[in-house]
């Protein structure tokens, strides 16, 4: 069984490529794919500030 209050383990979220090999085209390739990434992450930031902003507003907010 799982101790749901024991701190879970942070995931490694992003481990950098080695550039050195990589060619200019591979690079810009490259940029645009982790912007594209950004641009998801940034998007679910949203979405699930919504979400907790939207349950404060039914349930209220912690400590009031």
Do not use: C, W
Request: hydrophobic share 40%; aromatic share 6%; glycine share 4%.
């Amino acid at each position: 069984m799982f101790d749901d209050n024991l701190p879970r383990p942070k995931p490694t979220l992003f481990t950098p490529q080695s550039l050195d090999k990589l060619s200019m085209d591979e690079l810009e390739t490259y940029i645009t794919a982790m912007q594209v990434e950004i641009t998801r992450v940034q998007a679910e930031i949203t979405r699930k500030t919504s979400h907790a902003q939207a349950a404060a507003a039914i349930f209220g907010k912690k400590g009031e």
